[in-house]
């Protein structure tokens, strides 16, 4: 497990996080999201609509190099999820690791 995926459970953990594109989506639109994660394999309509609001909100996109069933079972989650805004980190250093 990298560094990433254990800052992102812990983000998961002790923060807000919201899953899936649609969700993550909205966060950009209303100005919630600090940060968007967006799964390799993100269908290109979803790639597009994060990016296109990210960058009208000026929040960084980190693509995750795993696929969105990989994404989701890095949370415990038994299904894929191809986006996740981060709308409060907690007490990961995610925000860090980004900007590094």
């Given at each position: ?64 190099g795993g696929?969105s069933l ?31």
């Amino acid at each position: 497990m990298t560094s990433f995926e254990n800052e992102l459970k812990n983000a998961y953990r002790s923060g807000k996080l919201l899953l899936g594109s649609k969700e993550s989506i909205s966060a950009l639109k209303h100005g919630k999201a600090k940060l968007v994660i967006i799964a390799i394999n993100a269908e290109p309509s979803v790639k597009k609509d994060v990016e296109y609001y990210a960058k009208l909100a000026a929040i960084p996109i980190y693509t995750y190099g795993g696929t969105s069933l990989e994404l989701g079972g890095t949370l415990g989650k038994p299904f894929p999820i191809q986006a996740i805004a981060v709308v409060d980190p907690g007490d990961s250093k995610i925000m860090e690791l980004i900007e590094s």
